[in-house]
């Protein structure tokens, strides 16, 4: 139900009635008439034409107003129930116009008026409701950047934030510990011109003075251990550039087999219905919807590979070649099941060029949605990464501040700066203190802060 919802809201929405989408409704709805609803025989098209034409314009009418009054429905069970009742009544309005301008032509009579709007009903679903799920999934994927792009700017500033802190906090830490470290290394330095000559001692200051030079050595390492640099984030997205997206349907999309065959195969089968040949329509329906499949499975899995390293211009051409060759399937397979109706060319030709047109315009819209979708992804993939650099670095902010308070906030007596006035003192009165206990004092110090400082590389 939930799935439904979320699907309902794709056609309902802010965009489902739109000058795009009444432009897209016309042209499908007025060559579809013109295909489904010609009287077998009839050679000349222009009267369809133009009384479809003047149809559509008095059912525009009933879209115009349901564009002005969905804006004022905050319900959204209530507008959803709007807009298929505004459907339903573009229907009605559009077959009994043209029907009643047909009766006057003498090109119909009045009991082909239920049957034109059970056909309308069913005719005009792509191009009512198409439009109108392109027009709102566009809407809410540019929010979705929108909102995207807002949060990678609170992260961004989150995660500035916070290597500021770490780095005062490390700054101040690799300071008091640098100084210990200087002040150890001048006192082992005069230790070692006026010690005593007993090797215990010398062993000692040797052993105190190579941890010294090790932790000066961990100290440099530290500070160039880690650099909080922002995650790479897709710029902000543009206009979508026509060029890419020719280059996505002839190097890895192509046409879609399941919409296009399924386009020829109800063009077909409404046909057949329109003319009264039925008694096979599923097989020739099966026919079209096969052959188209196939066709267009055959581009996608073998020609696409071959040729996505030809040019764009060839690449191109040989991808309006395959449109052309599907828009007039269905055309050619109807004939060649009928042969009767070669002498309405003329109306296959319509529906052959409006496939084209469609195949077209749903392959750019398809594009679009890819570019929009694709930049979405990578949006997320980069906040994915800021939260992974965050969570990192917030991490090791915790596990350096507690091993700089196992160095400098524990027993007073067992800190660097503990360490360093011990061996001070010593070096000032060597007589007065032991030094081979005092040494090895401050060496076990100085072994700890080395084993704390090793656990952060």
């Known amino acids: 139900m939930r799935s439904f919802t979320i699907r309902l809201k794709d056609i ?21 008439s013109l295909i489904l ?9 222009w009267h369809f034409f133009v009384i479809f034409a003047f149809a559509q314009v008095c059912a525009l009418f ?21 807009v298929f009742v505004s459907y339903i009544a573009f229907c009605i309005v559009r077959a009994y116009v043209a029907n009643r301008l047909l009766i006057r032509a003498n090109l119909s009579d009045s009991t082909m008026l239920l049957w034109r709007i059970q056909a309308n009903l069913f005719v005009n679903i792509p191009g009512f409701f198409g439009p109108a799920w392109i027009l709102n999934t566009r809407e809410k994927t540019r929010l ?8 990678v700017e609170k992260l961004r500033s989150e995660l500035s934030e916070l290597s500021l802190q770490y780095s005062e906090q490390r700054s101040f830490a690799e300071r008091e510990l640098a100084i210990e470290v200087a002040t150890t290394k001048q006192v082992i330095e005069t230790l070692i011109s006026t010690h005593d000559s ?11 003075s190579n941890q010294v030079n090790q932790l000066g050595q961990l100290i440099r390492t530290l500070s160039k251990a880690y650099s909080t640099r922002p995650p790479s984030i897709a710029p902000e997205f543009s206009d979508v550039s026509m060029m890419s997206i020719v280059d996505w349907l002839t190097t890895k999309y192509g046409i879609s087999p399941l919409a296009a065959s399924t386009m020829g195969s109800y063009l077909s089968f409404r046909y057949f219905i329109t003319s009264g040949e039925s008694s096979t329509i599923l097989a020739q329906a ?3 919807f096969t052959s188209i499949f196939c066709l267009l499975y055959l581009y996608r899995h073998q020609v696409i590979p071959v040729t996505k390293n030809f040019s764009r211009i060839v690449r191109l051409v040989i991808f309006q070649i395959v449109a052309v060759l599907v828009a007039s399937t269905w055309a050619w397979l109807t004939i060649l099941f009928d042969s009767q109706v070669t002498q309405q060319g003329s109306i296959f030709a319509v529906g052959a060029f409006t496939s084209w047109v469609v195949i077209n315009v749903a392959s ?19 906040i994915v990464d800021f939260h992974s650099v965050i969570n990192e670095l917030r991490s090791l902010m915790q596990r350096e501040n507690m091993a700089w308070k196992k160095m400098f906030a524990r027993d007073i007596g067992r800190t660097p700066t503990a360490a360093t006035v011990m061996l001070r003192n010593f070096s000032e009165t060597p007589a007065a203190i032991d030094a081979e206990q005092v040494l090895e004092r401050v060496s076990e110090i100085w072994e700890l802060v080395l084993v704390e400082l090793r656990s952060l590389t």
Do not use: H
């Open 12 to 32: 309902v929405g802010s965009r489902t009635f739109t000058w795009q989408g009444a432009l897209f409704l016309s042209v499908i709805a007025t060559a579809g």
């Open 37 to 45: 609803f010609t009287l077998p025989g009839q050679t000349n098209l």
């Open 62 to 82: 009933v879209y115009a107003a349901a564009a002005l009054t969905i804006a004022r429905i905050a319900n959204f069970k209530l507008k959803s129930i709007f």
């Open 144 to 151: 979705r950047i929108s909102e995207l792009q807002s949060e």
């Open 198 to 208: 007993r090797i215990t001692v010398t062993v000692l200051i040797e052993k105190i």
């Open 286 to 288: 099966f026919w079209v």
């Open 364 to 382: 750019i819209i398809v594009g679009v949605q890819n570019e929009y979708f694709s930049y979405v992804r990578e949006i997320e993939s980069g």
